[in-house]
């Protein structure tokens, strides 16, 4: 491949991640988790916030270790007192247990829907509400967990 080529497929990626909503990091204002190669898989190597993240199990007994990596990013985000809104259908989650993981349950509001289809409706239009105190919402729907 010539120069001109990378050059150009380069340019584009650039554009793809702007209209994404990625924005390249400031000098020295990286917004650093400690994540490692993590954050490193992200786009300028910073781990977005604001946006969805989607985690999904290939068998069920993946579940607890999804949910595990879901409690250590939680434990980052919500550092500065922070409050989380879980939004599911069927909570398989035992609150207290997030304490491991140094969050809070107390800083976490449980939405219990009784429809899958609400689920996906509450979580898009708390994103698009989200509120300066609120960090994070998990939508959880068999399978799958968001952040």
Do not use: Y
């Not at 491949?1 to 150009?8: F, G, Y």
């Not at 209209?19 to 910073?46: R, Y």
């Not at 939004?87 to 939405?111: A, C, Q």
């Amino acid at each position: 491949m010539t120069d001109e080529k990378r050059e150009l497929i380069s340019r584009f990626k650039k554009d793809i991640l702007l209209w994404e909503g990625f924005k390249p990091p400031q000098a020295g204002a990286a917004d650093l988790f400690g994540l490692g190669p993590i954050e490193d898989a992200f786009p300028n190597g910073v781990f977005p916030k604001g946006v969805i993240h989607e985690f999904l199990n290939a068998a069920p007994e993946h579940a607890a270790a999804c949910g595990g990596f879901i409690g250590g990013l939680l434990a980052l985000l919500m550092q500065d007192g922070a409050i989380c809104l879980w939004v599911s259908v069927s909570r398989k989650l035992f609150p207290p247990s997030m304490s491991t993981f140094g969050v809070e349950p107390d800083r976490i509001v449980f939405v219990d829907l009784s429809r899958e289809r609400d689920v996906l409706w509450v979580a898009e239009g708390c994103r698009l509400l989200l509120l300066r105190s609120i960090h994070s919402i998990l939508r959880n729907q068999e399978g799958c967990s968001l952040l």
